[in-house]
């Protein structure tokens, strides 16, 4: 376990250096900040002015290695735009979109899985067919389309929830959360549900697809012959069974989720860090789209570690490390 | 030995597949009679429909298939007609059910201890310590050393051997009245297959538990069970004392089968073989199914045999021994 984690750290720490690279020359290949950020009065003197206080007249290596430098110590350069650490605007926005992208992750699961596995035990039922009709609905439609209609609907024509915005929030150390007041769950609600669509739709397949497989299986047989409840034999030895492959995803998705929900972030306007790196990305304000690719990064990072240590509570014949076999 | 009230009677079960391709007789009037503590051989080759029968008894059939009529008495109580819940209730606590293969009937991801303590709750209301001190019992007696280790364990750290013997375990964990075991040494290799068996007959010996043993294996039945019924292609085809059987067989199947075990008195002949295949249950030939394998088939066997009557009973006109 021990060997498992240290391992696993050092090979975090290549992935994070061999991305900071890539993020930093693949920023240089677009725009020039100079161009979008400086007023077209601007005479040369200021320009050159200005390219030298932001550090663009020096070559790329040298940028890359004042910036690495920097980046060990935890400053991930100045906002262009703002004036302010790329590091602090990315984490001032990080709290909404967790909040929203774990409430997604729960509709997910808690409409996925018993769906799912209803359909994996009756395929032939009308239920099992509705169900299974109905994630490919949630698979093909376009998230912003969907995401509009919610609106249409629940907030336009029903006028039960809001459209937009975070409502009331609560500092929880500092920072400040939603999913604590009633209102911001109204306006969690929406946004959650649409992200949830398309995750709600792969663990309704993936449980299926287990549920199916494992049903067959003469455990399930045998603990019928034991005389166990339906209930005992689905909740127990049936969902223990498919969780594996709907925990990998899942976690591969929350990831996603948390760095992309860009679209569903737009349409509801949540103020979260998809927002940001989209209006970053449009001003070419490059310390903030790198702070937010490695952020990013290290996300991954820590859900594949997650996921990894679940496997081993879900199967036990999984052991971290496999250094006893 | 006919004296004792019998505990299991089965009556003509007939367990029919609906499939796409047409109605599977699996189980087609099936019948014997199982009394307390006695050891029943159900002989058949893979598709005679002698596992159908052991799920059957239990209720245990799944769609596309159905029980479509015969009894299953269970102490006078018709299971067939019984319902889900009392079903449920009789499964794994008045009879109890062993599958062939070890490595399949424990589920990976639960420990013993999860897998056995259910079973015992299933059916008692006893607090989850005294429910751990049973399965603990059920392991010492099934000869799993240290119990205590054993019931934290995960079915993988088991040998195929021992995984049997926590099936077996659980089948004895209420002390039922019947238990049927669907080839369960078949997976195994033959020291610890004999083990197995040899405890198995014990246990049954000193509790009184009645055992329907299925298997494809004449030579494991002749020394274990009291009474041997032969299966071919959803019938019973003959049955009686493991003694009238063996020594006595009278259906030309049973002689077959006999014939193509090896034994010491026929050293270094050549094996006889049963000439042909199992028929498809979708297409069983009209009347005995055993004809077109048969040298002894004559017109008269286009019409089903009926099961002669008396303790040793077959289902041949033509049987071996009397004049053809």
Redesign the interface.
Known sequence: MLVFLIRRLAQSAIVIAVMSVLVFAGIFAIGNPIDVLISPEADEIERAAAIARLGLDRPMHEQFLSFAGNALSGDLGTSFVHGVPAIGLVLERFPATLELALLAMIIAVVIGIPLGIWAGLKPDSAAGRIIMAGSILGFSLPTFWVGMLLIMAFAVSLGWLPASGRGATVDVFGVPFSFLTLNGLKHMFLPALNLALFKVSLVIRLARAGTREVAL???V?????????PA?IVG??IL??IMIPVVTVLGLEFGSVIAFSVVTESVFAWPGMGKLLIDSILLLDRPVVVAYLLVTVLLFIVINLVVDLLYSL????IRLGGAKA | MTRQEPVLEVEDLRTHFFTRGGVAKAVDGVSFTLNRGEILGLVGESGSGKSVTGMSI?G?IDPPGRIVGGAVRYRGEDLVKAGEKRL??????RI??I???PM????????VE?QMV??VL??DKVSRQQARERAREALVRVGIPSPDERLAA?P?QFSGGMRQRV?IA?ALLHQPDVIIADEPTTALDVTIQAQILFEVQKLCRETGTALVWITHDLAVVSGLADRIAVMYAGRVVETGTTVEVIDGARHPYTHGLLGSVPSRNRRGEPLSQIPGMTPSLLNLPEGCAFRPRCQRATEICLAVPPLSDGGHGWRCFHPEGAAA
């Open positions: 299986q003469d455990y047989r045998f603990a019928r012959a034991k005389g166990l409840s005992r127990v030895h223990k069974n879900l199967d036990p014949r | 239990l245990l449920r209730q009789l499964r794994g606590n109890a059910m599958f062939q293969d399949m009937t424990l589920n990976p991801v639960l420990s999860t259910e079973t299933a059916h995960y993988h099936a659980i």
